[in-house]
Structures are given as structure tokens and as C-alpha cells.
T-cell receptor, first 111, second 113 residues
């Protein structure tokens, strides 16, 4: 049973496009949610935390639907530098605060 | 901006040898983690460490693995007798008190031959 599931992609979009990624998680007790970005052979870098009310950071908007156990990330006005793998990450609320990672969705932004 | 650092960036070792991977977490963080990522696969949790003891470990973290905080700044992962399947990127992460976000170091690429 997959705990955090993502479409692997790749999503191949032109510069300036809007692209959306989705993610589902299996543990209804999960407490905190994140999107990380990972470039090839590099560490995961925190892109944004995801809150129930939804949150926006510049061109990036994240949404959480606890009832459906669904998380989304919207990127507007895609840049070439947005090309990366986007990781949906969940903390299940246990005392260790360990993170559970999805397999990632690969984004390629072309000129 | 404070960051997590890791050394070495790449370690090549022969099967059966011991390796120690080193991490310096962000200075005021109290929660420390090791994760690994086998090439082409997802990031997997290995172990969490808080208040000088392991708070949780995964099934991957068997008796061949150990962690230590030998001083006030370093956090180490030791693999006693490496196997071919231990080849992976090993990431250290740390978290502050009262927040949920974890910050990752650049990783150590371990290659077991």
C-alpha cells in the first residue's frame, strides 16, 4: 500500500504555462504536509508547507483537502528554472515527526 | 542562512567495510534524522534522534546501523559492515522545536563495491 502517491510525470510544459500536481496520502491521522523540490542528485529542498486554508508563495499555490486526503501544487508562469522533481511529503503525526515521501513528479519546462 | 552540512560528499567503500557518515545539523535544532535514497527511488526514512536517543527507526535500520551525537555539533551514521545494497544517497535532516519543517543536508553518496 502506497502511503503517499503521486503521478510520476514527466510533465513537459512551455515557459509561461500553468501546471498542477496532485498527491494523495493514505494515513488520515497525518498532521503536516509539504512540497519539496529535488534537483537531479541533490537534496530535497523545502518549497512550501501546506495548510488547510491553502497558501500561496509568489507563483506557487498549495492546497490541502483533509476530507479527500489530497494535496495539490499549482505553479503559474513556469520558468525554465522550475524544472525539477516535486516531492509530496507528509508527517504522520507521530512523536518522531518523521517524513513520508512520495516518489515525486518530474517537471520539464521548455523554452 | 543556517544550513545542514554533510561530509564526505562521496564515499566509496568495499563490501564488508565500516563507514561513518557525518552531519552538522542547524545549530539550534534538536531533532535529527537520517534518510536514504537509492538511485531512481523515493526518499526513505531511516532513523530519528532526539534528546540523545533514537526516537524511531525504520525496518531498514537494522543492527548494522547506528547513530551517535558525539559532541554538541556532529551527528553521525555508522554502517558496520556495508553491503552492495547500501549504495545510496544518505541525507541528514534537522528540525527545530515547535515547527514541523525539516531541512536537509546536501547528502553523502555512498558507493559499495
Amino acid at each position: 500500500r502506497k502511503e503517499v502517491e503521486q503521478d510520476p510525470g514527466p510533465f513537459n510544459v512551455p515557459e509561461g504555462a500553468t501546471v498542477a500536481f496532485n498527491c494523495t496520502y493514505s494515513n488520515s491521522a497525518s498532521q503536516s504536509f509539504f512540497w519539496y523540490r529535488q534537483d537531479c542528485r541533490k537534496e530535497p529542498k523545502l518549497l512550501m508547507s501546506v495548510y488547510s486554508s491553502g497558501n500561496e508563495d509568489g507563483r506557487f499555490t498549495a492546497q490541502l483537502n483533509r476530507a479527500s486526503q489530497y494535496i495539490s501544487l499549482l505553479i503559474r508562469d513556469s520558468k525554465l528554472s522550475d524544472s525539477a522533481t516535486y516531492l509530496c511529503v507528509v508527517n504522520e503525526g507521530d512523536s518522531s515527526y518523521k517524513l513520508i515521501f512520495g516518489s515525486g513528479t518530474r517537471l520539464l519546462v521548455r523554452p | 542562512e543556517p544550513e545542514v552540512t554533510q561530509t564526505p560528499s562521496h564515499q566509496v567503500t568495499q563490501m564488508g567495510q565500516e563507514v561513518i557518515l557525518r552531519c552538522v545539523p542547524i545549530s539550534n535544532h534538536l531533532y535529527f534524522y537520517w534518510y536514504r535514497q537509492i538511485l531512481g527511488q523515493k526518499v526513505e526514512f531511516l532513523v530519528s534522534f532526539y534528546n540523545n536517543e533514537i526516537s524511531e527507526k525504520s525496518e531498514i535500520f537494522d543492527d548494522q546501523f547506528s547513530v551517535e551525537r558525539p559532541d554538541g555539533s556532529n551527528f553521525t551514521l555508522k554502517i558496520r559492515s556495508t553491503k552492495l545494497e547500501d549504495s545510496a544517497m544518505y541525507f541528514c535532516a534537522s528540525k527545530g522545536t515547535g515547527i514541523y519543517e525539516q531541512y536537509f543536508g546536501p547528502g553523502t553518496r555512498l558507493t559499495v563495491t
